[in-house]
């Protein structure tokens, strides 16, 4: 069965979400991304790394993030990815949305919401 596109969509910006999120704390590299949103979600978003690097390179693209390579072991090189501030500012923005988003779906649901449970 084929995703539906607007879902696809929706899992991007919740991912874009996580990954500025997660980036605030420290650099991390891809596959640490990856674990860590599965760790810090509690398994509830768990993604694969190709999922992963286009919202990655789409965030790049918009000065949202950096790179920068850190040699690890003889051979092996991480990309570690750093929040830029227009990525802070962006995670306010996704914040700020996503919270009244989920309130007014919480009502629509008739569920009560804690407004220090979204901080």
Do not use: C, W
Request: aromatic share 8%; hydrophobic share 35%; proline share 3%.
């Amino acid at each position: 069965m084929r995703e539906d596109p607007g879902q696809s969509a929706f899992r991007r910006g919740i991912l874009s979400l996580v990954i500025l999120a997660l980036l605030k704390r420290e650099d991390m590299y891809g596959y640490q991304l990856v674990q860590e949103a599965n760790r810090s979600t509690g398994g509830a978003l768990t993604t694969q790394e190709g999922s992963l690097y286009p919202v990655l390179y789409k965030l790049q693209s918009q000065g949202m993030i950096s790179d920068y390579r850190v040699k690890s072991g003889i051979r092996m090189t991480r990309v570690y990815y750093h929040l830029e501030p227009a990525g802070e500012a962006r995670l306010e923005e996704l914040t700020r949305e996503y919270i009244a988003l989920s309130q007014g779906i919480y009502k629509l649901l008739g569920k009560e919401v804690d407004p220090h449970d979204a901080e």
